[in-house]
């Protein structure tokens, strides 16, 4: 019964592994040099792409942060100097509540999101479905699990080459990141591209790949970001230890920042994808009858 339960296109036998080996053998022979150069020139600026735009997520943040820390100390002053401290703490006291009291309101305002998925996922199965699984991959993937501990793509991928290699600084910054999306969208485009250079009796998950592939691909780079941040989060802060590969000596304080800068960048590239996905389907639902 469980073996019938399990759907056949997820069911991999040696000889189907290798099978779809020599179909993509054949389909990369069939390619174009122009179209694989292309593509990996694509693929690079999506690398280049993804660091800048972590890069500019970092600066707002800490410029932000910089602004607030600036702004604090100086009105803090100010209150001392003018005999009105205790005014002061109770104005403080005062917008922090406001700030509590807003931040309430965007977890309910996207809590009341949720219905619109389950809709979307019954509407539009064949797009929701697959970002959704890719999400779930992707955030268990890059979290290394809820305990941030190990994983084959996790940040702890570096410990395959020992245990002096851990935390190193290629696999515990905002480099992962760009890294990863760059290489999980551009291998969904090379499916797209091969696709038309395959044997006509291929397997049929090339098929699935093509016609899905990008969803889930999308999906899985939100996921695997959103795990990562989590991941670069916990070992700033709750596992903190020094990263391995920076050429000048630094305290330990400025360890943790670096990640943790790097999980809260990462975190505000990913909620610009999801914003802008969202008001993507708005526009789409709008010129909808």
Known sequence: MAAAATSPYLTF???RTRRMQEELQYALRHTSKTELVVWGAASAGRFGSGLWRRGKSLYRIAKATGKLAYCEVREGIRAGQEGRLAEHGRDRASKV???G???ATWIRDHAQELPSVARSLKDHPAEAAPRMLGATLGFLSGSGG??????VLSPDMDLM???GAHRSVLTHTLILGAAAEATILSFAELAKIIHQKLPRDHDILWDHLASHGQNFAIGLATGYGV??????????????APLHGIPVPMPMEAHQAVMLGSSVAEVGVQAR???SDSSSRALGNRGKP
């Open 13 to 15: 036998s040696h000889s």
């Open 101 to 103: 009291t807003k931040a």
């Open 273 to 275: 994808r999801l914003q």
């Open 227 to 240: 795990g990562l941040a989590y991941h670069l989060g916990v070992d700033a802060t709750v596992q903190a």
């Open 161 to 163: 080459f020992g245990i």
């Open 146 to 151: 809820f305990d941030a501990n190990g994983g």
């Open 97 to 99: 509540k406001a700030f």
